[in-house]
Structure formats: structure tokens, C-alpha cells
């Protein structure tokens, strides 16, 4: 049907960067939200970043500054540019889209994650 693949993660020290990808495929007529999330060991699940079919955008505000999202609707892509990493932005990072299929059925995706780990 749909599927999310996300790419990019890694092992950084603090002050890198690193450049999050994550390509929706299958079925899809359009996509509304592209978006990141990212979950910590023992902690909750947050939101990190959006953007819209329109190119709105928002943010965490631990990372506005810092993190800058895009996409290309061409290719149904979604990538998130980390710079300045902190040790705190260690975690798997999780891709999600709001999507209409090729039938006219809204769905919520989630990515497999990648994870971004960064050292002191």
C-alpha cells in the first residue's frame, strides 16, 4: 500500500549536522502533513517539526533555530537539516505523513526511524 523510509541518522559529535530523508511511496494520490517526530530512551514521544502541502512550516521550540524542514512534493520527500546537534537530540527519529490515497481514503503513516545519536 504506503510506506515510509526514512535515511539519514548517525553518530555525531556536538556542534555537527546531519540531514534527515525520509520518501513516501505506494499508492498515494496526495499528501497534506509531512512531519517529524523523535522518542528518547524512557521518554515520550514529540513532535520535532511539520510542513504542509503549502510549505508551512512549524517547530519544536528546542530546535527553531537550529532545525530547518523541507520537502519536495515531486518526489513525496520530506527531509529535516540538524545543525548544531545537542547531546538532548539523541533520539530515533520517526517520519509520519497525513495522506489521501489513490482512492479517496485519508491515512496516517508512520517510518521504520532512524537513529541520530550525538556525543559530547
Known amino acids: 500500500q504506503v510506506q515510509l523510509v526514512e535515511s539519514g541518522g548517525g553518530l555525531v559529535q556536538a556542534g555537527g549536522s546531519l540531514r534527515l530523508s525520509c520518501t513516501a511511496s505506494?499508492?498515494?494520490?496526495?499528501?497534506?502533513?509531512m512531519g517529524w517526530y523523535r522518542q528518547a530512551p524512557g521518554k515520550q514521544r514529540e513532535l520535532v517539526a511539520t510542513?504542509?502541502?503549502?510549505?508551512?512550516?512549524n517547530y519544536a521550540d528546542s530546535v527553531k533555530g537550529r532545525f530547518t524542514i523541507s520537502r519536495d512534493n515531486a518526489r513525496n520527500t520530506v527531509y529535516l537539516q540538524m545543525n548544531s546537534l545537542k547531546p538532548e537530540d539523541t533520539a530515533v527519529y520517526l517520519c509520519?505523513?497525513?495522506?489521501?490515497?489513490?482512492?479517496?481514503?485519508?491515512?496516517?503513516?508512520w517510518g521504520q526511524g532512524t537513529q541520530v545519536t550525538v556525543t559530547v
Open positions: 509520519n505523513a497525513d495522506l489521501w490515497s489513490t482512492r479517496g481514503i485519508p491515512y496516517n503513516y
Open positions: 505506494g499508492s498515494i494520490r496526495s499528501i497534506n502533513v
Open positions: 510542513i504542509t502541502s503549502s510549505m508551512a512550516a
